[in-house]
Structure formats: structure tokens, C-alpha cells
């Protein structure tokens, strides 16, 4: 079993800037790939970054591109999303998750261990 908590969540302007932070307990943090989705009211969940075990492969989703930037500390069982220029588009609650593998996957469906997520709401 993995736990995982995220923090960082809150309220910022748009074109403003917020660090997630995912914190891992349980089974070797290493041994995952993370990833970051995200879900906005009435929306399906969607994924939104992913990093390798090891932080040698990163992937994003496109409207996220060039704005977030995932990455993690294994020593300290943490991954993070940097997320800046914030659009009023990226309000959703924030969720990270655990895969074991080295496949970059963005299926939520294949990530075995979820947070409970954290709220980021953009404002206009």
C-alpha cells in the first residue's frame, strides 16, 4: 500500500503561480511513477502530468504544456507540480497518483493509488 497526501492547493489570480506537493508513505516511493490529474466540476477526470520513477522521463497534457512543470524528490517521498500562468480553465481539484513500471501511462484507470486530492481555483 501507498499513501498520499497533497497540499499546496488554494485561491490565486490568473496568470499567478502555485506549487503542488505530493508526500508518499507505505511502499518504496521510488518504485512509482506519479502522476498529476486533475478534475473540474461536472468534468471528467483528466490527466494533467506524469514522471518517471527515477525523474528521467516527464510528459504533460497539451494545455498544460510549457506552463507546469512536475517533478520529485525521491529522498524525501515527494513529487511536485509547479504550475504557473494559471488560467481561470485550470480550476479543478488536484490529484496525484501511484504506478508501479516504468510505462508512461495517462490512463487514470492504471494508476493504483490515488490522494484525496487538493482544490486550486483560479480566479478572473
Known amino acids: 500500500q501507498v499513501q498520499l497526501v497533497e497540499s499546496g492547493g488554494g485561491l490565486v489570480q490568473a496568470g499567478g503561480s502555485l506549487r503542488l506537493s505530493c508526500t508518499g508513505s507505505?511502499?518504496?516511493?521510488?518504485?512509482?511513477?506519479m502522476g498529476w490529474f486533475r478534475q473540474a466540476p461536472g468534468k471528467e477526470r483528466e490527466f494533467v502530468a506524469y514522471i518517471r520513477w527515477n525523474g528521467g522521463s516527464t510528459s504533460y497534457a497539451d494545455s498544460v504544456k510549457g506552463r507546469f512543470t512536475i517533478s520529485r524528490d525521491n529522498a524525501k517521498s515527494t513529487v511536485y507540480l509547479q504550475m504557473n500562468s494559471l488560467k481561470p480553465a485550470d480550476t479543478a481539484v488536484y490529484y496525484c497518483?501511484?504506478?508501479?513500471?516504468?510505462?508512461?501511462?495517462?490512463?487514470?484507470?492504471?494508476?493504483?493509488?490515488w490522494g484525496q486530492g487538493t482544490q486550486v481555483t483560479v480566479s478572473s
Open positions: 497518483a501511484a504506478r508501479p513500471g516504468t510505462r508512461t501511462t495517462v490512463a487514470a484507470h492504471e494508476y493504483d493509488y
Open positions: 507505505g511502499r518504496p516511493f521510488s518504485s512509482y511513477g
